[in-house]
């Protein structure tokens, strides 16, 4: 089968805080030879499993974080910005199964570096269910029939995806203490365990089925303050639930939808005092 990989930071082995994830700190540059390995593992162990093409998507921040000259030579990476649809740009009805490495629990939740898309944002909802970048991405994977198979980052993260998708296979590397501090396996260790289970995951593909989005889904994004409720209300279609910093867009699909997020929280980052 092809496969689909989508790699965020705030999940990867031993990172903890924004010193290791923000590229004018002095822990990111380590902190991305950690997470190109980390993909690395998923990448050999699922060409070892058979598969034909893997296509990797670098979806944290300005996505241009992964070491193309570290990665297996036969992947094909998706890299920089801006991407019409981000985090999950390129994913297709051609891919088989997808993977999501170095993910984090949504905001208003426990877990390490918790937060949704940008920490403006309190809740993100698809009608009336709750989700964050995990269980968006995984909506727009449906939307093609893909299912997502696997999530590797903290513990937290797996307890989201394991909610969300039945039978999905889940890869701890780190267990949150705060939402600046946890326990991890060390990198080595994180390895093996990432071989482990994208093996596992591969294998066990069938029993996993796509999470379907409805087919007019009603977005809402609750923000932190009013005036980035009032940016992201610039965007035509939307409108803000009065008394709230909900805000709300009827979309004809979840792709429209997933557009229709990045814009609003593109705008609401305008935002000068909070």
Not at 63 to 79: A, F, G, K, V
Not at 102 to 110: E, I, N, V, W
């Amino acid at each position: 089968m092809n496969l689909y990989i989508s790699v965020d930071m705030e999940g990867i082995t031993g990172l903890v805080d924004h010193t290791h994830v923000d590229s004018n700190k002095h822990n990111y540059e380590r902190s991305r030879v950690i997470m190109t390995d980390e993909a690395n593992f998923v990448i050999t162990t699922a060409f070892e499993q058979g598969c034909k093409e893997i296509v990797v998507n670098d979806s944290h921040s300005k996505m241009n974080n992964l070491l193309i000259e570290r990665l297996h030579p036969e992947t094909q990476l998706i890299t920089g910005d801006v991407k019409p649809f981000s985090m999950v740009q390129g994913l297709d009805d051609t891919f088989g199964g997808a993977i999501f490495v170095g993910y984090h629990a949504r905001a208003s939740l426990p877990g390490v570096m918790s937060h949704s898309m940008i920490y403006g944002v309190r809740n993100m909802f698809i009608n009336d269910v709750v989700v964050g970048e995990l269980g968006f991405n995984a909506y727009v994977a449906g939307y093609f029939d893909v299912p997502v198979i696997m999530v590797a980052g903290d513990d937290r993260a797996a307890f989201e995806a394991e909610q969300l998708i039945p039978n999905i296979t889940t890869a701890v590397v780190k267990q949150s203490i705060s939402r600046s501090a946890a326990k991890s396996l060390t990198p080595e260790k994180a390895g093996q365990l990432l071989r482990e289970k994208t093996a596992f995951a591969i294998k066990n593909r069938d029993k996993v089925k796509p999470l379907t989005p409805p087919d007019r889904p009603l977005l809402g994004i609750e923000f932190a303050n009013y005036g980035q409720a009032e940016w992201a209300n610039l965007m035509p279609g939307t409108e803000i639930v009065p008394g709230t910093t909900i805000v709300r867009f009827q979309a004809k699909n979840i792709l429209e939808a997933y557009q229709a997020m990045l814009v609003m929280t593109e705008l609401a980052m305008r935002t000068t005092f909070c």
